[in-house]
């Protein structure tokens, strides 16, 4: 339903500090609180146990935090995307459901088979009339496992989206097959010793995600597409942010096979940080952004804390409303406006 939008106007500092802050960051922050084992969102509790990557938030929580507020309106302010584009303005009008004002809770994963297949539930406020109305309008209606499930096809083999109701607070969506399996707690499969024990370390957070490294990058001699060959030793990636009052937690975690990889990695990600301060220092380099938003994304870049433990990669940052709003203009490619 979303079209992507292109806001940045230097792709290669504004992908390398995405890559530096995002693909690695590391889990081990003292501030997010750490959940017993086992004591998982019910939205995740509803995952299927052979899914590769897991994320979740909670914008009940999001939405509450006066800084989490912010950083929305830093970047809706900065790159014009508080303007929804015309598929989306379409779906809102027909649904009456706006993921900004009635979404709650999402829970998204990718599960593998042939064709993966992307599984979400969400927990919000839905109009259940009008939006099986909108189904109806591009698909059709069957039964699966005693639901009545919405099937809209879409372009191109295992793009069908398939939708129906847990309840009425509750939607599941699933991209690439049908939902056979997934909606019966006893048929659908446990999580892993491995995946149950990640989760259990970020649940305690408002919004976390982890994933297994595709084999490409944990099992190959290739070099990965984006971070290099020193990422290939890369077997997790965990990630966890949470809200406070005057700053934001961002915390990640690679988990590599060696402890000799994650030094390596840690190493690597030094070398970046550096490349990118030089880049954004150098005028012919930065492109478009201003040196005060140059200067600004060098101010992040410093804050981050890179380190290496046993086989763990971590990497930490605190964000302020300074450096939030900063990171905006960063994307954007504009000057950052001062604060209201």
């Known amino acids: 339903m979303l079209s992507r939008r292109h806001i940045g106007r230097n792709a290669f500092t504004v992908g390398s500090i995405a890559v530096m802050l995002v693909t690695s960051i590391a889990w081990d922050l003292p501030k997010i609180r750490?959940?017993?084992?086992?004591?998982?969102?019910?939205?995740?509790?509803?995952?299927?146990?052979?899914?590769t990557f897991i994320a979740y938030a909670d914008f009940g929580v999001l939405r509450s935090s006066p800084l989490a507020a912010y950083v929305g309106q830093s970047f809706t302010a900065i790159t014009g995307t508080a303007t929804a584009d015309?598929?989306?303005?379409?779906?809102?009008?027909?649904?009456?459901?706006?993921?900004?004002?009635?979404?709650?809770r999402v829970a998204l994963a990718a599960v593998p088979g042939s064709p993966n297949q992307t599984f979400v539930v969400a927990d919000g406020r839905f109009d259940r009339a009008k939006i099986q109305q909108y189904a109806l309008r591009f698909g059709q209606a069957e039964n699966s496992e005693g639901h009545v499930v919405y099937v809209i096809p879409r372009a191109g083999a295992g793009k069908d989206v398939s939708i129906t109701f847990l309840s009425a607070n509750r939607i599941a969506l699933l991209q690439g097959g049908g939902f056979s399996g997934l909606l019966t707690m006893a048929a659908r499969p446990a999580f892993d010793s491995e995946m149950?024990?990640?989760?259990?370390?970020?649940?305690?957070?408002?919004?976390?995600?982890?994933?297994?490294?595709?084999?490409?990058?944990?099992?190959?001699?290739?070099?990965?597409?984006?971070?290099?060959?020193?990422?290939?030793?890369?077997?997790?990636?965990?990630?966890?942010?949470?809200?406070?009052?005057?700053?934001?937690?961002?915390?990640?975690?690679?988990?590599?096979?060696?402890?000799?990889?994650a030094a390596q990695i840690a190493s690597a990600l030094e070398v970046?940080?550096?490349?990118?301060?030089?880049?954004?220092?150098?005028?012919?380099?930065?492109?478009?952004?201003?040196?005060?938003?140059?200067?600004?994304?060098?101010?992040?870049l410093e804050s981050v804390k890179i380190d290496a433990e046993s086989s763990r990669v971590r990497m930490l940052l605190s964000l302020t409303p300074a450096m939030i709003r900063n990171l905006a203009a960063l994307s954007a490619g504009t000057r950052a406006p001062a604060p209201r």
């Open 86 to 104: 015309r598929d989306y303005a379409s779906f809102v009008r027909a649904t009456g459901f706006d993921y900004q004002r009635d979404l709650d």
């Open 34 to 51: 750490r959940a017993e084992a086992g004591a998982l969102p019910d939205l995740v509790e509803l995952i299927p146990g052979n899914a």
């Open 272 to 300: 970046m940080r550096g490349i990118l301060h030089a880049a954004l220092a150098d005028p012919k380099s930065r492109g478009q952004f201003s040196p005060e938003i140059a200067m600004a994304g060098a101010n992040v």
């Open 196 to 261: 149950s024990e990640r989760l259990s370390r970020i649940a305690g957070a408002p919004l976390f995600a982890t994933a297994k490294a595709p084999a490409s990058i944990a099992s190959s001699n290739s070099s990965a597409a984006v971070a290099g060959k020193a990422f290939d030793g890369v077997r997790w990636i965990t990630f966890a942010a949470q809200p406070g009052v005057e700053s934001m937690f961002v915390s990640a975690e690679g988990e590599c096979g060696t402890s000799r990889e």
